[in-house]
């Protein structure tokens, strides 16, 4: 049942608005505004509605609403005025003031119940309203954060599966996405940026991992080849960028307007695009590449340059780092690279503990393989 405070220094106005809503309300009369305020600020439970004379001696309606406006506790309390002043102004003034409706005295007992019913029916909407938002937020959360989980559990499939396939290129997804991690946290903090959404960080980031997907689709014997290409080998290993966004064409409609599915096409079709144009697969030049695919393409080569591979050594920080700086405006965008250039030093921090994880990894193998043998 709603609570009504009703504030009223007139006896007699007060018992009739009393007596007026008390079958259907529960009434709190009070016939003082001072001990009014006194009483809501020791309240734990707020009245749903006040209905206050104007003409009191001290705090006078005015007053009174103006102190309940700034109280964190009572300013959302709907507050009618009663007044016996005839004055237009005294009713305009009320509703400046935030009252949401004005009675004239003498008060009619059944046009008060009939107004205050109606502003509880308000009250009443308001609140399904409420409820009905809250459900609304609580539903779009779930969403969101299904949506997450999805994303994730799509990556975690697709990065595992790519491991199986070929261990080196599984870890090197990994690798890459912690020095795009970088890349991209310095070109937002530049502002340098390319209108990328900082917003879409963590997105971009998780995406990033899937940019090599493609090479599932390439032959085993290629993949895991120790030796130099052939020309028919090469041309199979390139196609990983078209094996991948093909993919994701194919399936785009079911997620239209899809963040991740667009950043991870991106990155996954253009990563091997060059500035200069020299890339694959489409020969795209310049401010064409996706900027994604363009921050991209400067982690994932330092990452090939310093990790051993089976056909050569790991080139050195410094040598991972002369070559990038001397491929800006060929290979790669002269703005990245200046990017690259400013946190280089948290490049090679990631590299040295790839290093010592993939160390620590060894000695596990060599000890679990010892065991075996014995």
Known sequence: MYTIMIVDDNETELMIAQKALEKDYIITPISNSKQALARLAK????????????????????????????????????????????????????????????????????????????????????????EYNQQLQQTATLQTQNAMRLEYFIIGIITDL????????????????KYMGVLLKEMLLSGIN???????????????????????GVPDSVLQ?????????????????????????????????????????????????????????????????????????????????????PYKKAFSHEQAYNIITQGSGLQFDPQVVAAFQRVHMEFYEISQQNVKMLAQHQMQENYANAQQVR
């Open 194 to 216: 390319f209108g990328i959404l900082a917003d879409d960080y963590e997105m971009i980031i998780l995406c990033s991992q899937l940019h090599d997907m493609g090479k599932i």
């Open 43 to 130: 309240a734990t439970l707020m009245p749903s509605l006040i209905i206050l004379d104007i003409a009191m001696p001290g705090i006078n309606g005015f007053e009174m609403i103006m102190r309940l406006k700034t109280s964190e506790k009572a300013k959302n309390i709907p507050v009618i005025f009663l007044s016996g002043d005839p004055d237009n102004a005294t009713e305009l003034e009320a509703y400046r003031l935030g009252a949401v409706d004005f009675i004239r005295k003498p008060v009619v007992a059944e046009l008060l119940h009939k107004r205050i019913e109606l502003q509880i029916r308000l009250i009443e909407h308001q609140k399904q309203m409420n």
């Open 162 to 177: 790519i491991s199986e396939k070929d261990g080196y290129s599984g870890m090197h997804c990994l690798r890459v996405s």
């Open 225 to 309: 080849k120790e030796g130099k290409y052939t020309d028919e080998e090469f041309m199979q290993m390139k196609n990983h960028t078209l094996l991948a966004a093909n993919a994701i064409q194919k399936y785009a409609y079911l997620l239209p307007n899809s963040k991740f599915l667009n950043y991870t096409y991106q990155m996954a079709r253009s990563h091997h695009e060059q500035f200069s144009g020299a890339g694959y697969p489409d020969g795209l030049a310049g401010n064409n590449i996706p900027i994604l695919a363009r921050i991209l393409g400067v982690a994932d080569v330092y990452d090939a340059l310093v990790s051993e591979r």
